[in-house]
Structures are given as C-alpha cells and as structure tokens.
C-alpha cells in the first residue's frame, strides 16, 4: 500500500527558482492539502482541494500555487522561492465524511538558500 | 486567536507511568471532529485517536484515550505505561464544518504541538 506519496524527499533551491513538490495518492481520496511545518508553529495549511478540478487557500497561500487535474494528484507549485519558505512540507489525503483522518506523505524538506 | 491551543511546550515522563498532554479549542459550531497525531524524530505523521463532537464516550485506541470534556473545550491525549518509543512530538487538531463546501469537507487545524520525552 503505497498510501500518499511525496517526492522529492530533499531540496535545495536558490532564491528565485521554481519547483513543483510532487503529491499522488493512491486511496480514491476526494480531499487532499499541503502544510508546512516550522519549528514552533505546527502544520499551517497551505492550500486544500475537495475534488478534482477545485482548489482553495488555506492559511498561508503566499508564494505557491497548486491545480487538482486527477483525484490521485496534488502537486504544490512555489513560484520564486524565497528563504521564508524554508519549511518541512506535507501533503495530505482523507476520504470524504466527518471522522476519517488524514493520511500523510513522508514530507519534504526545502531549504531555500 | 488561536483554534488549537497546546500549553505544554515540553514534557517528561517515566516510562510505564501514565501522562496528559492538554489540548484546548475553539469553535462555535455544535459538529466539530477531534483528532490526536504523533511525529516521531523520523518525521511522519502518525493518527492516533479521534473524537467526534457528538460522541458521548471519551474514544480510546490502546493505550491512548482521549479525555473529552466538552464544556470546557477541552481534548487531552492520556497515554498509559507510557514506553520508549513514546518520545515524540504530539499534535492535536480539529476539524469544523467547510461553509464553503458542507459539514465534512473542513479542514484540519493544527496546535504547536507537544515534545514528549519518555525516560527509562
């Protein structure tokens, strides 16, 4: 069972650069979201998708952008990274209905130099 | 202000001793879902134990149990005999309705979470 799928697992990136984080899964899920994780901050939503073809913000939407063509595929776009994106980022997936949890990927670390 | 609030920056424990790691929230909508993770030094995320706004009975899985109370909005995590393995971060979360996309679409918030140390 593969579950939720993140790559890369590291990256380097210089100011300025663009990169797609990469985001599948494999569970049929309508719902799928990004994090990221500072120390002292917890998990701050980045952006979310209901379904296929629909995507919102979340808390800290600023510098990322992301599409939902499939349901197995949430890819997180950073447009011009910025050392404040320095951050672990996770991507996320439950089933539809109000107590099933949220499976996550294994994470990437970005450093943004 | 914040949804999720975690007091405890940090904890110790004796293994095989039981501990409560606090969690308050909130929330003025009466169906909301409450959820526990942990994040071991190898950075996945682990779910752990759920709590659903209506549930009369606090949940239990194992050894975790949720200490559920309600008007206090409150949802401490009880681990028991606590182990080794125990050392972790501990997040909780809480998931309201989406009044964009219905009751079950909302999204899960996190508190800063809680280092537990376990020691031998």
């Known amino acids: 069972n593969a579950g939720v799928t993140q790559t890369p697992k590291f990256q380097v990136l210089k100011t300025g650069q663009s990169m797609t984080l990469q985001c599948a899964q494999d569970?049929?899920?309508?719902?799928m979201s990004w994090y990221r994780q500072d120390p002292g901050m917890g998990l701050r939503l980045i952006h979310y998708?209901?379904?296929?073809?629909?995507?919102d913000q979340g808390e800290v939407p600023n510098g990322y952008n992301v599409s939902r063509s499939t349901t197995e595929d949430f890819p997180l776009r950073l447009l011009s990274a910025a050392p404040s994106q320095t951050s672990v980022y996770f991507c996320?997936?439950?089933?539809?209905?109000?107590?099933?949890?949220?499976?996550f990927g294994q994470g990437t670390r970005l450093t943004v130099v | 202000a914040q949804k999720i609030t975690q007091t405890q920056p940090g904890m110790f424990v004796q293994e095989k001793e039981a501990v409560t790691l606090d969690c308050t929230y909130d929330?003025?909508?009466?169906?909301?879902?409450l959820f526990w993770y942990k994040q071991p030094s190898s950075g996945e995320m682990i779910f752990l134990i759920y709590?659903?706004?209506?549930?009369?009975q606090n949940a239990t899985e194992g050894r975790y149990s949720l200490n559920f109370q309600k008007a206090r909005k409150s949802a401490n995590l009880v681990i028991s005999a606590s182990q080794l393995g125990d050392s972790a971060m501990y997040f909780c979360?809480?998931?309201?309705?989406?009044?964009?996309?219905?009751?079950?679409?909302?999204?899960?918030?996190f508190g800063k979470g809680t280092k537990l140390s376990v020691k031998p």
């Open positions: 998708s209901v379904g296929a073809g629909i995507t």
């Open positions: 709590q659903g706004s209506y549930d009369e």
């Open positions: 569970m049929n899920h309508e719902y």
């Open positions: 979360a809480m998931r309201e309705g989406s009044r964009v996309y219905g009751g079950s679409q909302g999204n899960l918030i």
């Open positions: 929330t003025s909508d009466q169906s909301y879902g």
């Open positions: 996320a997936s439950r089933a539809t209905g109000s107590g099933t949890e949220a499976f």
